[in-house]
T-cell receptor
Framework: ETGVTQSPTHLIKTRGQQVTLRCSSQ?????VSWYQQALGQGPQFIFQ???????GRGNFPPRFSGLQFPNYSSELNVNALELDDSALYLC???????????FGPGTRLTVL | AQSVTQPDIHITVSEGASLELRCNYS??????LFWYVQSPGQGLQLLLK??????LVQGIKGFEAEFKRSQSSFNLRKPSVHWSDAAEYFC??????????????FGTGTLLAVQP
């Protein structure tokens, strides 16, 4: 059984640029949730995708957007990057929106 | 609004000593409760969870937690800490029952250091 994988591991961007982060869900899971973890903080919920549709969103601006594909993998897109977007971005997959979430290792984004 | 408080930012214990990490939550209904552990450079690993039933739950790596409704607490315990337990620990509340969005609300974490 393959766990949750994320790519890339690390990424450096400059302010104003756009970034795409990728997540492959665990085998058999149909739901992906994204979290942002700033340094010294707990993860904060960005949004969740269930069967290719957004299924809940946290308090993040519209420049944070996502996609889920038919194979249940997912992308997180962030436009017009700001310095405060520097964080560890975690992806979690689950079976259904209320299922136990299994986390990937994260993508470390640095915005200069 | 729902929230999770972990009052201890940093705790140091000696190897072999007992451990208790505190967690308090604010939520209108009976919540789903979780404890996760994060090692440096790693994602989050689930230690244990409480959904309903017995208020003392057992998890992996010898951890247990007790749900106390009257105190809105879900403290994590381990009777004897190992050096490999050094990591950051997060308490979380899961929102949404019956198939609704299971958004997790996390506390700010407790960083555990283990002295030899």
């Amino acid at each position: 059984e393959t766990g949750v994988t994320q790519s890339p591991t690390h990424l450096i961007k400059t302010r104003g640029q756009q970034v795409t982060l990728r997540c492959s869900s665990q085998s058999g899971h149909n739901t992906v949730s994204w979290y942002q973890q700033a340094l010294g903080q707990g993860p904060q919920f960005i949004f969740q995708y269930y069967r290719e549709e957004e299924n809940g969103r946290g308090n993040f601006p519209p420049r944070f957007s996502g996609l889920q594909f038919p194979n249940y993998s997912s992308e997180l897109n962030v436009n017009a990057l700001e310095l405060d977007d520097s964080a560890l971005y975690l992806c979690a997959s689950s079976l259904g929106g209320a299922g136990e979430q299994f986390f990937g290792p994260g993508t470390r984004l640095t915005v200069l | 609004a729902q929230s999770v408080t972990q009052p201890d930012i940093h705790i140091t214990v000696s190897e072999g000593a007992s451990l208790e990490l505190r967690c308090n939550y604010s939520y209108g209904a009976t919540p789903y409760l979780f404890w996760y552990v994060q090692s440096p450079g790693q994602g989050l690993q689930l230690l244990l969870k409480y959904f309903s039933g017995d208020t003392l739950v057992q998890g992996i790596k010898g951890f247990e937690a007790e749900f106390k409704r009257s105190q809105s607490s879900f403290n994590l315990r381990k009777p004897s800490v190992h050096w490999s337990d050094a990591a950051e620990y997060f308490c979380a509340v899961g929102l949404g029952r019956g198939g609704a969005t299971n958004k997790l609300i996390f506390g700010t974490g407790t960083l555990l250091a283990v002295q030899p």
